[in-house]
């Protein structure tokens, strides 16, 4: 309740400034709309809630001592210190109520002392037994105790004082309302006439739609009347048969205009500001200043639209507030102005140049006041750096309190809406350490088999051959990629990671994420996304994921729109766990985890979430100036080492809703000592206080990575293959050192705020193309038929099995050949495409170049591998002719053996074993025992666009220098790394004995 009344002090302070500066400003602000505007700020900052609190230090803290009365003894047994309750109330602004329910506890108080309850000095008061009297006392007695009891303090009078004051505003306006409105009963519709000419100045004026103009018989002023209904313009019967039809037309006029410019809202306006500031003298005379306003307001427009009719305009006035007797108050109503001003007016109106509208500079000047201060409240108070002091310091909270404490504090503010953004950066230590894998993994591929052990053991022969060849050469390929000064320029430098909008009530949630996290102005909370066309609509490249129990199925996934409607956009489902990356960083408390996702080990829910019974509370430790309670989370023993367990500590901070400050994890051995340093650990670094509630909007993850002592550095080749095989026997743990940061940003967020069931169900835009997790079956939005599934094509021969026969028509050289005729060799299995009928004596200069460029790539390689154990093999597609196969080796320069492929359904044989479908041209590669060491598979495992890159660096060829060649160059340079690419994975089976 104090926070209520700072509130009320501020709004209202900064509101009266605003009216004087309107009131000084006045005499040189000329156009009317301007002021109108200025002073309706003046009442909605009565009534707007700020979104910025900045405190304003104007009190130091104080210690209060209890008041020491020697003088007056507490009588034995009697309570001498006041009770939770009421401090709890005390501290609260209810302290008139908590003090009425402790008055009616008391209404029953004990006599005053006789003087036989008063012992005599040398005398001994024996205890006598507790007799509960059930004497009632009279009515004044009573009444009297009650008031005796109340504690009053002067928030609490001023309370009941305002609320009364608003009370007894509000029930004046209604009955003046409900008297109004039964006058209107009377009210008849206008003839047909005067409606129409009505409609005709509304249209002139910009109206869609006019208010319905009634007549009504009384000497009441002519206005525009709203009340809780439809809009009405009330015309007095009697003054119209006083008026011409020009005066009528500018009577009609100017209560139009006071309806274009939405004079009826403002009258509810002013009725709520007054109900609650009735005690507020701006209010009155912003409220007087606000109607002469819009009159002058008014009067332009008339003047605007009829310039002609200015004499006839101000006749008007003068019959309408000449036919009034006596002023009127009718709340929610806008009149024709009052007498006091009406000489002014008249001056105006035929003699001045009225501003009826707003330029766009002065509205953009408008529009920038008006955010300053309706999100501004500066409230004065003590310092932020108070911190609240337990009654008795040293006792702990116990393991229960501060889960539970953590738990309540955020769990008051779900519903919950964020947008947060997750920034990573790296340091040199990553670079480091990348650098270090990268040498032992070069150093592993020279390595025997026999000196590459995995946990100990040495590889099998498949194994090594998979790891050395392929997963080892691909993490090389993907380091040194890493390591380029162009890319350790930017790991060095901040990058935003993850980007989303959160919502959630602890059961369900709603999120958004952008694909394209690096775009700028991503707007998140774009929506609402209902009706389901609003998906296409505002979300062209944006994940958006709904989970509640209430729909059915739960999961709804929505990608975003894709040109290819054929390719899914949706998922639903039951089981969060078949979605990965549904895991939000936002920190909310929860007691149990009702989603069916583990919650990520690095995070403050997933460190204060766990059974009770696993923690245990350390002690007391000062962190920066702040004393902090260190709380210890042990889990079990891990499997294979028993003596390490993994440990989280947390230091939390009771006077900001048992937040944890700082987090800390690793794993620690029997004296409870960290074994290898830290994995990671969490800061704090902002807690903003959201509706009283406390929450963290910047949090710094810092992972921790291998350090480089000079030990290892001076380590030899095996020892370098141990550690990264992590073969630890003989070597000295590695220390860790900071490496990879995180920092997680709370850009907005709006505790309490709902969501629409349409938009947490997330329905499907129309012809919507999405997969159901349940079934496994593909469907489209409208129709309750799966879609037909594509039929499974056979595997694809895997690496390190044995290769399939060949299935073939004929051999080029007449013969018939055999796959174990070539072991102890090197195969290099080529399948072609009927690329042989082309014509390769009419191709065009260009093409022949790009050709003869391919042919001389071809003639090298054939050249390099002619003495060693190579065996070049091409299987051309069935029907291919053996001349067209002859001439297109002489063509090239080199023959190779080759062969027919056996036809088989659409493909061939051959080719069907060896893809699983018919696809061409591709190379394999089978080592001297016949086994597949090299496929289309692993090429595409490795990402062949990377080894592209990584290929260009070791040849010293500029990829972004190649597109500005001359296009003859740019082939050769392109055939260049092409042909080293092939080299080099024959070199690698040819190694392999």
Known sequence: MDLLWKLLISNAMIAGCLFVMVLLVRRWVKNPAVLHLLLLLVLIKLITPAVWYPRIDLLTAKTKTAPNHPAIASPQGAETESTPESQAAAKSGLSSFAALRKGLRKTTTAADPTAEDIPSPGMTKQPSPMVESFTEP???????????GLEWTWSSLLLLIWGTGTMVCFFVGAVRIICFQRLLKQAQPAPAELQQRARTLGTQIGLKSVPQVDLISGAISPLLWAGFSRARIILPA???????DAE????????????????????LLELLTTGLYWWYPVVWWGRREIRVIEETCCDAWVIWTEPDKRRAYAEVLVKATGFVSQAQCIPAATGMGTQRILEQRLTSIMCDSLKHRISRRGKFLLVTVALLLLSLAPLPGTSQAETKVAEKPNQLPSVEEILGGYRNNLQRLLPLGMTYRIMAQENMNCITRDRLILEALRNIQKADRSEIKIDGKIMSEDEYQMRVTYSYSSQEMFLDSQLTPEVVQKRLSETVVDQRYFWTDGRSFHQRRPYQLQQKNTTLEQGPVWPAENLNEHYDAIELISWSNQNQPPLRRWYGRKKN?????????NDLKQIHNLKTTAPLGLKQFHWTEELSEYSLDACLTKPPHRYRVVGRENRDGKALILVEYLNEPHEQSPEKRWRTRVWVDPSQGYLPLRIEWGYVDQKNQLAWGLSQHAEVLQVKQVDGSFYPTRIRFQEYTTGTPKKQEQSSQANEIKIFTKNLENLPAVPTVPGRSTTWDVLDIHPHQQIAPETLALRFPEETVYDNKIDGRTYTTGTEQPL?????????????????????????????????????KVVVLLFLEDVLNYDFSGM????????????????????????????????YPPGTSKVKIREFHQNRGFKTLAAIDQRQAEGGATNQKYHGIHVAPTCFLLSRKGRVVFSPEIYDSIMAEDYFQHTARKLSISLDEMEKLPEDEAIRQSLRIMEYIISEQIDKVLVIQ
């Open 138 to 148: 009279a009515w004044s007695a009573r009444l009297t105790s009650y008031f005796a």
């Open 238 to 244: 009697q003054l119209l048969q006083e008026l011409n």
């Open 248 to 267: 009528v037309e500018t009577l009609l006029l100017h209560e139009l205009a006071h309806y274009r410019r939405g004079d009826h809202w403002v009258r």
């Open 565 to 573: 409607n054929q390719i899914p956009q949706g998922e639903i489902g």
């Open 788 to 824: 037909p599934e594509d039929p499974e094509p056979p595997e694809m021969v895997h690496l390190f099995s044995q290769a399939p026969p060949l299935q073939v028509t004929e051999w080029l050289d007449g013969n018939t050949h055999q796959l174990k005729d070539f072991e102890g």
């Open 844 to 875: 065009s200069p260009e093409i022949e170049k790009y050709v003869g460029e391919i042919k001389k790539m071809l003639l090298r390689l054939h050249q390099k591998y002619a003495d060693k154990e190579i065996i070049f093999l091409e299987i």
